[in-house]
């Protein structure tokens, strides 16, 4: 996977990726059986944002998307229990990316994990609704010409922001929940009922 934008085709997904199920028997048993020491140091030290959430090392992690702008829908496993799946991550990448110039970017793990946080917590399984999530330096510049709100350095251009609401649940509610998780920067746009979240620091509006 590239570290940086990659100008190449948009691929969203038309229906609802299966969820990958795994079959082995290494999930039932205890993770300090299933996983050595040094391995499961490695592990927790690349996990941040769900290790502070208090987030299982060995639970997997599925989330499902709606993207407002493309209509199109993606609910997938992206953490197996001990590891991330690159394919996994290449499918979110793709899904979130910026669809006005159809570039994509790798998307920060930490924000996924703290989408998956919040959603443990506010107890609804249904999909979050993408506003937006990775923007070009060139979409970006645009978004500023058009609003204010849009900073010059925004963390969308690193994959490190994104612009959401969860379906059935109050998006008030739902700043409150991200705000108390303390991992990175919450705004909260009423108006058009949507918060964005980002890995960046930790700060309100």
Known sequence: MQSSARKTQCETVSVSHARRRLVSGLLAMPLSMAMP?????????SNTVS??????????????????????????????GHTYSDSALDEINR??????TEEIHPIDKNLLDALFVLQQKSGIENDFEIISAYRSPKTNALLRKKSSGVAKRSLHMQGKAIDIRLKGYNTRR????????KVGGVGYYRRSDFIHMDTGRVRYW
């Open 37 to 45: 020491a040094a391995v499961m140091a490695k592990a927790a030290s």
């Open 51 to 80: 290790s502070k959430m208090g987030a299982v090392l060995g639970q997997k992690r599925e989330l499902s998307f709606y993207h407002t702008h493309t209509g199109k829908n993606l609910a997938i496993e992206y953490y197996n």
């Open 95 to 100: 899904f979130l990316c910026d669809f006005r």
């Open 174 to 181: 739902l700043r409150e929940l991200a705000m108390a998780m």
